[in-house]
C-alpha cells in the first residue's frame, strides 16, 4: 500500500484520487504504524518551508520515515514542497532541511518573472529514469512554486524546466524521487508519472 | 516557458449549476458535477468554482460534501471561492482536494484575514477576486457582495496593499462586462496586470476566441478566465460545455 503522508499542508485528496483513477490502493495517513507498513510514500506538501519541516518534525513522523526511506529502501516520492524539503535548507526559511540530497531551495532570480511560477509548463528529460519512462510527448505539468531546488549534483537531475533560468523539475537519488509540478492535477501527463511510480 | 491559463468559470447556486449576466438573472446551466467531469475530459488548464449563493448577511456553511464530489472528477488545478470567513473553512476546502481559494468580501470585511490566509497556507494558494465597476469619472470602484456593495476603497491603493501582503494570484472582473460577450476590459487588465507582480487573471465579458487573443496580445495577464463562452453554445443559445480545442489553444497561445 502507498502511504500518502497527512502532514496537514495542503491538498492530499487530490492524489488519492488520481492513485483510485489508476487502480493503485493508496492511503492517506500521519500514523507512525502506517508508514512503517508502506510499501511507497508518498511526501506532498504546499507552503511554506519552515512550516512544513515544523509539521514534519512536530508530528514526530520523521524517525519513522527516515528508518524507512535511509535504512529500508522504501521508494519515496516528493510533491513540491515535499520535493524542496528533501534539500539541506531553503532560502525561503531559516530551519535545516531533510538533508537527503545534498542542494539548497533558491529563490527564481528574474524580477521580470511572474513570481510564484504558476501554470502549466514543460519538462526536457535530462536523464532516463523509471519514473518518467515513456511520458506523452507533449506532456505538460502544473506548477506553482517562488522557489526550486538548486540541486549540489546536478547527475540526480532527470528533469528540467524553463522559467527564466533551467531549473531541476524533478529528480532521483537511490530511492528517492521528488518532482516541483503537481502529477495530480495534471491530467492524462500527470497520470502516467504516478503509474510510473507506483511501479517502481 | 510557461504557457498563458485558460480557465472556465462555474458559477453554483446551491447544488445548480447557473449563469448570471452582469452579477444577476440567475439562468439555470445544468449539473455542476456533469459540467466537472466533461471539464476534465476536455483536459482544461484549470478550473474556478463559485457558489454565488452564499448569503453574507446569514450565517451559511458552505457545502463541503458536494464539493467534495465536485473535487473528485478533477486532475486538474481548482479554485474555489464563495463565503470563506475563516481559516477553518480554507482548511477544509484544501483537504478536499483544490488546490486555491478565492476571497472576495470576506477580506474587505475582516482586516486580518488575507494575512492570515497567507501565513497559513502559502501565497500560491490565496487568490483574490476583485470585482469592480466604473464610475462617472472614468475611475474604477471596487464593489463586494456580488457587486451589490460599493466600496470607498481606491482600487490601485488596495492592488499595492495585497501586493505587499503577498496575495498569489488577482482575478479582476469587470461586473458590467460580465456576461456580456463583448470582450474582456482590456485597458483595466492592462494596467492592473503591469503594475502586478503575481499573476493576474482577467474576468468578465469573453464571447470569443479574438477577445482571449487579444488579451494575451495586448496586456500582461497571465490567464484569461470565462463563464458564458465556455457554458454555452452561443449567446443567446443553449447550453454546450465547451473548451478550445488544440487547434485554437495554438492560435490564441501563439505557439
Known amino acids: 500500500m502507498i502511504i500518502i503522508i497527512d502532514l496537514n499542508l495542503g491538498n492530499v485528496g487530490s492524489i488519492f484520487n488520481m492513485f483510485e483513477k489508476i487502480g493503485v490502493s493508496s492511503k492517506i495517513s500521519n500514523r507512525e504504524n502506517d508508514i512503517l507498513k508502506a510499501t511507497k510514500l508518498i511526501l506532498p506538501g504546499v507552503g511554506a518551508f519552515d512550516s512544513g519541516i515544523e509539521k514534519i518534525k512536530k508530528n514526530n513522523l520523521i524517525n519513522s520515515i527516515e528508518n524507512k526511506v535511509l535504512d529500508k529502501s522504501t521508494p519515496i516520492l516528493g510533491i513540491c514542497l515535499g520535493m524542496q524539503m528533501m534539500l539541506e535548507s531553503s532560502e525561503e526559511g531559516k530551519k535545516k532541511g531533510l538533508g537527503w540530497i545534498k542542494g539548497k531551495v533558491t529563490k527564481f532570480t528574474d524580477h521580470n518573472l511572474k513570481i510564484p511560477h504558476m501554470g502549466w509548463n514543460q519538462v526536457r528529460k535530462t536523464k532516463n529514469n523509471k519514473l518518467t519512462n515513456n511520458l506523452l510527448s507533449d506532456s505538460r505539468f502544473y506548477f506553482v512554486h517562488s522557489y526550486f531546488a538548486n540541486l549540489k549534483d546536478k547527475k540526480n537531475q532527470i528533469l528540467q524546466t524553463e522559467y527564466g533560468e533551467n531549473f531541476t523539475s524533478a529528480f532521483n537519488l537511490k530511492n528517492i524521487y521528488g518532482v516541483q509540478f503537481h502529477p495530480e492535477k495534471s491530467h492524462k501527463f500527470g497520470m502516467k508519472l504516478l503509474e510510473n511510480f507506483s511501479k517502481i | ?255
Open chain 2, 1 to 255: 516557458m510557461i504557457r498563458k491559463r485558460i480557465i472556465p468559470v462555474l458559477q453554483l447556486d446551491g447544488e445548480k449549476l447557473v449563469k448570471t449576466v452582469l452579477f444577476k438573472r440567475k439562468n439555470y446551466v445544468g449539473d455542476p458535477i456533469n459540467a466537472v467531469r466533461i471539464f476534465n475530459d476536455l483536459e482544461v488548464d484549470e478550473l474556478i468554482i463559485l457558489d454565488i449563493s452564499i448569503n453574507h448577511e446569514i450565517k451559511e456553511t458552505l457545502n463541503f460534501k458536494f464539493l467534495k464530489n465536485l473535487a473528485s472528477e478533477c486532475f486538474m488545478p481548482l479554485s474555489y471561492g464563495g463565503g470563506i470567513k475563516n481559516i477553518i473553512d480554507a482548511e477544509k476546502i484544501f483537504k478536499l482536494g483544490f488546490e486555491k481559494i478565492i476571497v472576495n468580501t470576506s477580506v474587505f470585511e475582516n482586516n486580518l484575514l488575507l494575512e492570515e490566509l497567507i501565513k497559513h497556507f502559502g501565497s500560491q494558494s490565496i487568490v483574490h477576486s476583485i470585482d469592480v465597476k466604473k464610475n462617472f469619472f472614468n475611475n474604477y470602484n471596487i464593489y463586494i457582495k456580488n457587486g451589490e456593495k460599493k466600496l470607498k476603497i481606491d482600487l490601485f491603493e488596495w492592488l499595492k496593499k495585497v501586493e505587499d501582503l503577498g496575495v498569489g494570484e488577482l482575478i479582476i472582473t469587470n461586473i458590467s462586462k460580465e456576461g456580456t460577450w463583448s470582450g474582456y476590459d482590456n485597458n483595466l487588465i492592462e494596467s492592473v496586470s503591469k503594475c502586478m507582480s503575481m499573476p493576474v487573471i482577467a474576468n468578465g465579458g469573453c464571447g470569443s476566441i479574438e477577445h482571449i487573443k487579444e488579451i494575451f496580445k495586448n496586456t500582461k495577464v497571465s490567464a484569461a478566465a470565462a463563464g458564458s463562452f465556455f457554458v454555452y453554445q452561443k449567446k443567446g443559445m443553449g447550453v454546450l460545455i465547451n473548451y478550445l480545442n488544440k487547434h485554437e489553444l495554438k492560435e490564441v497561445l501563439f505557439l
